[in-house]
Nanobody, 124 residues
Framework: QVQLVESGGGLAQAGGSLRLSCTAS????????MGWFRQAPGKERELVAA????????YYTGSVKGRFTIFRDNAKNTVHLQMNNLKSEDTAVYYC?????????????????WGPGTQVTVSS
């Protein structure tokens, strides 16, 4: 059973940066596709970025391309989301999730393990 815990959320000004971290226990993230999702009030949870277990493929939703970067630190069993040039519309609760390496990393239903989430608030 993989447990995920996010950290690094908080308040940022528009144009600023935050780095989210997701640390895993109970399993090695090298066996998993990893995704970062977000959910704003009144909206559905959406996939923001995802990274194949092998590191050979990365997905970003259009609104964050060029601003967000997902990357792993396998030695620390951690995946990060670097968020630059933040906008007010990035305000949401951010979740990391893990899907077995053979799963479709763009399909929310394929993710088996979820962290509790971390709040990101961007002030304009």
């Amino acid at each position: 059973q993989v447990q995920l815990v996010e950290s690094g959320g908080g308040l940022a000004q528009a144009g600023g940066s935050l780095r989210l971290s997701c640390t895993a226990s109970g399993g090695t993230l090298m066996n998993y596709n990893m995704g970062w999702f977000r959910q704003a009030p009144g909206k559905e949870r959406e996939l923001v970025a995802a990274n194949r277990f092998s590191g050979t493929f990365t997905y970003y939703t259009g609104s964050v391309k060029g601003r967000f970067t997902i990357f792993r630190d396998n030695a620390k069993n951690t995946v990060h989301l670097q968020m630059n040039n933040l906008k007010s519309e990035d305000t949401a609760v951010y979740y990391c999730a893990a899907a077995w390496y053979s799963a479709d990393l763009t399909a929310i239903g394929q993710y088996d393990y979820w962290g509790p989430g971390t709040q990101v608030t961007v002030s304009s």
